[in-house]
């Protein structure tokens, strides 16, 4: 056994916590608090305020009164999990690397796996169809996130305006 390694629950310890219900609570995110968990991933704020998804990693913490340190105890993992909004911020930085920093209109993504510290991983997506809407050209897009042995560890689409210096064939 490992120093200091808390034992595991058994089957039926786990089995009693289906149906627990989370207290719950409220959060504001505070501009600046936005800025910096923007900044962190090296993206652009996100058009009309809207908090960017790497604050879906922070949050939830904050708001379970725990800490990011006390969570890692708890996984007693060899490797440290990235959380799924890390990987989804991969994806939003490839997109405004490409259309600009206010470009996105919507992201739908689902997390088959998860994403290992230490291993290398790719964004990739591609226009699926573009559209005219109130004279505003959109790309539907497929994005994902691979890795080279394990395949896709995220996938979804995204929705985005067009640069004005995309070409568009006819």
């Given at each position: 056994m490992v120093a200091n390694r808390k034992p595991i629950p058994s089957e039926a310890d786990i089995t009693r916590l289906t149906g627990h219900n989370f207290p719950g609570g409220f959060y504001t995110v505070a501009h600046w608090e936005n800025f910096l968990l923007t900044e962190c991933t090296g993206a652009a704020l996100l058009?009309?305020?809207?908090?960017h998804p790497v604050a879906l990693f922070h949050i939830p913490i904050v708001g379970a009164g725990t800490s990011i340190a006390e969570m890692f105890a708890l996984g007693q993992g060899k490797r440290t999990i990235n959380q799924g909004p890390l990987g989804l911020s991969y994806?939003?930085?490839?997109?405004?690397?490409?259309g600009g920093p206010d470009c996105l209109r919507r992201i739908v993504m689902r997390f088959p796996q998860v994403i290992l510290d230490g291993e290398r991983v790719v964004a990739r997506g591609e226009i699926s169809v573009l559209r005219e809407e109130q004279s505003v050209w959109l790309a539907d897009c497929s994005t994902r996130l691979e890795h080279d042995d394990r395949g896709v560890l995220l996938e979804g689409t995204a929705t985005i305006v067009l640069p004005e210096n995309a070409i568009l064939i006819d």
């Open positions: 058009p009309d305020g809207l908090v994806i939003i930085n490839m997109l405004q690397a490409w």
